[in-house]
Nanobody
Framework: QLQLGESGGGLVQTGGSLRLSCTAS????????MGWFRQAPGKEREFVAG???????TNYADSVMGRFTVSRDRAKTVYLQMNSLKPEDTAVYYC??????WGSGARIGPNEYDYWGQGTQVTVSS
């Protein structure tokens, strides 16, 4: 059973930056495609960014393209660097692991993912 834990959320002003981290419990972490999702109050969970199991391909939601960067190390951590933050980025951010996809980037549907972290709150003030 893979366990994921996010950290790095907080309160930031518009235009600021945050870096989220997601650390996995299992040494087999590199077999999973990883995704970052977010959920704002009253809205559905949405895909933000994803990275392949090898780390050599990524994909992003249009709303964060050019501002957010997803990366992973060869150990157990996936990162989401968030720059030029906007109030509409305010949400709980989750990392998730997909155990059944080894293509380019990551799948964007939340139902495709097998393991989830508990989430970390990101609040961007105007």
């Amino acid at each position: 059973q893979l366990q994921l834990g996010e950290s790095g959320g907080g309160l930031v002003q518009t235009g600021g930056s945050l870096r989220l981290s997601c650390t996995a419990s299992a040494p087999t972490f590199t077999i999973y495609t990883m995704g970052w999702f977010r959920q704002a109050p009253g809205k559905e969970r949405e895909f933000v960014a994803g990275i392949s199991h090898s780390g050599d391909s990524t994909n992003y939601a249009d709303s964060v393209m050019g501002r957010f960067t997803v990366s992973r190390d060869r150990a157990k951590t996936v990162y989401l660097q968030m720059n030029s933050l906007k109030p509409e980025d305010t949400a709980v951010y989750y990392c998730a692991a997909d155990a059944n996809f080894w293509g380019s980037g990551a799948r964007i549907g939340p139902n495709e993912y097998d393991y989830w972290g508990q989430g970390t709150q990101v609040t961007v003030s105007s």
